[in-house]
Antibody
Framework: QVQLVQSGAEVKKPGASVKVSCKASGYTFTTYYMHWVRQAPGQGLEWLGIINPSGGSTTYAQKFQGRVTMTRDTSTSTVYMELSSLRSEDTALYFC???????????????WGQGTPVTVSS | QSALTQPASVSGSPGQSITISCTGTSSDVGGYNFVSWYQQHPGKAPKLMIYDVSEGPSGVSNRFSGSKSGNTASLTISGLQAEDEADYYCCSYAGSGTLVFGGGTKLTVL
């Protein structure tokens, strides 16, 4: 069965960077793009970007351009999301989520990770 | 990319039908037939309920249906049940490989 297991909670100071991992299993890792979505406390979902695990190409939301970097390690079926220059507004639950169709770059996600809480506080 | 506009809350009684709207622009909702809907219960990850405007994934109740007219998409839940109480989010393709979500709607089953 498809599983996405994310790394544990993080606490960071303003200005620092955070790197969240998402290990995939139960399917062919390189066949499905992976989204990253966040949810601030009591707020809605916000799309950060997407990575193609096959070639490593990425597309980021304009709001996060220059601050977010998504990478992958095909040897461990893991994708990573790094967000830099953190501020208090980045406090949120960060999800990885697999695209619902193989090789579908703009398709919505179906399977989601459990979420990684990131807290930014001085 | 601005968030799609959804009503903050809707409510209905068991057995009734409710509709949640999702308004975007010609650059997202109106420009593509790639609107999806998610259900999220507290403390849980979102669950895909509708994709491509009106398609239902296998295993999702056919009480959930979707439609679109112009720049506005809609999710209708018929035969409302207590377990339908949750937050609902629309999501649209916005071109160049990007997605945009709605602000979310809290559904209360009275």
């Amino acid at each position: 069965q498809v599983q996405l297991v994310q790394s544990g909670a993080e606490v960071k100071k303003p200005g620092a960077s955070v790197k969240v991992s998402c290990k995939a299993s139960g399917y062919t890792f390189t066949t499905y793009y992976m989204h990253w979505v966040r949810q601030a406390p009591g707020q809605g979902l916000e799309w950060l970007g997407i990575i193609n695990p096959s070639g490593g190409s990425t597309t980021y939301a304009q709001k996060f351009q220059g601050r977010v970097t998504m990478t992958r390690d095909t040897s461990t079926s893991t994708v990573y999301m790094e967000l830099s220059s953190l501020r208090s507004e980045d406090t949120a639950l960060y999800f990885c989520a697999r695209a619902s169709i193989p090789q579908g770059g703009g398709v919505p996600p179906d399977y989601w990770g459990q979420g990684t809480p990131v807290t930014v506080s001085s | 990319q601005s968030a799609l506009t959804q009503p903050a809350s809707v409510s209905g009684s068991p057995g009734q039908s409710i509709t949640i709207s999702c308004t975007g622009t010609s650059s997202d909702v109106g420009g593509y037939n790639f609107v999806s809907w998610y259900q999220q219960h507290p403390g849980k990850a979102p669950k895909l309920m509708i994709y491509d405007v009106s398609e239902g994934p296998s295993g999702v109740s056919n009480r959930f249906s979707g439609s679109k007219s112009g720049n506005t998409a809609s999710l209708t839940i018929s035969g409302l049940q207590a377990e339908d109480e949750a937050d609902y989010y629309c999501c649209s393709y916005a071109g160049s490989g990007t997605l945009v979500f709605g602000g979310g709607t809290k559904l209360t089953v009275l």
